[in-house]
């Protein structure tokens, strides 16, 4: 069965950097995009952006572009998204995404709390 | 970054059926599919429709989506008590060249 597994919780200063990860397994890895979401405490599911398994490219909001770097090592079936210069409104809960019909996000991993504290 | 609009709140009472609106634009709705998901509290969302009205395996007939022109709806017939939850409608955004989200509904059963 089709699962993604995001790495733990983390707990960074402002300005520091977080780097989530994402194992996917059930399917072929490079078949299908990831989407990184992230949802704010009480606030609506943001997309940040997606990545090409199969080739690498990448697409990212303008809220976070410059911050955000989506990768991935497909030897691994892993995907990762690093956001940098954090600060408080950052905390959220982090969400990678299989992309299935028309990539929209169909299978979820079990989020990714990061919390920007000083 | 566009958005699509819903419901911040819906209800109903056990066996009702209740419906959940989700307005996008030109760009989105208007030429893409929507997909719904269900987000019980603490917990990631599940996926409830895809392609506008299809289910994936597993979630009961009770659900159904619909769309038109624009806009999209979800359907929740025979009302029960697990139902209570928050529903988001999403669907790509051609302008965004990425996926864009409702705000969600918390849907409350009564």
């Known amino acids: 069965q089709v699962q993604l597994v995001q790495s733990g919780a983390e707990v960074k200063k402002p300005g520091a950097s977080v780097k989530v990860s994402c194992k996917a397994s059930?399917?072929?890895?490079?078949?299908?995009?990831i989407q990184w979401v992230r949802q704010a405490p009480g606030q609506r599911l943001e997309w940040m952006g997606w990545?090409?398994?199969?080739?690498?490219?990448?697409k990212y909001s303008e809220k976070v572009q410059g911050r955000v770097t989506i990768t991935r090592d497909t030897s691994a079936s892993t995907a990762y998204m690093e956001l940098s210069s954090l600060r408080s409104e950052d905390t959220a809960m982090f969400y990678c995404?299989?992309?299935?019909?028309?990539?929209?996000?169909?299978?979820w991993g079990q989020g990714t709390l990061v919390t920007v504290s000083s | 970054q566009s958005v699509l609009t819903q419901p911040p709140s819906a209800s109903g009472t056990p066996g009702q059926r209740v419906t959940i609106s989700c307005s996008g634009s030109?760009?989105?709705?208007?030429?893409?599919?929507v997909n719904w998901y269900q987000q019980l509290p603490g917990t990631a969302p599940k996926l409830l429709i895809y392609?506008?009205?299809q289910r994936p395996s597993g979630v009961p007939d009770r659900f159904s989506g619909s769309k038109s022109g624009t806009s999209a709806s979800l359907a929740i017939s025979g009302l029960q008590s697990e139902d209570e939850s928050d529903y988001y409608c999403?669907?790509?955004?051609?302008?965004?060249?990425?996926?864009?989200f409702g705000g969600g509904t918390k849907l409350t059963v009564l």
């Open positions: 995404a299989r992309g299935g019909q028309q990539w929209l996000p169909d299978y």
């Open positions: 059930g399917y072929t890895f490079t078949d299908y995009a």
């Open positions: 990545i090409n398994t199969g080739n690498g490219n990448t």
């Open positions: 030109s760009s989105n709705i208007g030429i893409n599919n």
């Open positions: 392609t506008n009205n």
């Open positions: 999403a669907a790509w955004d051609d302008s965004l060249n990425g996926p864009v």
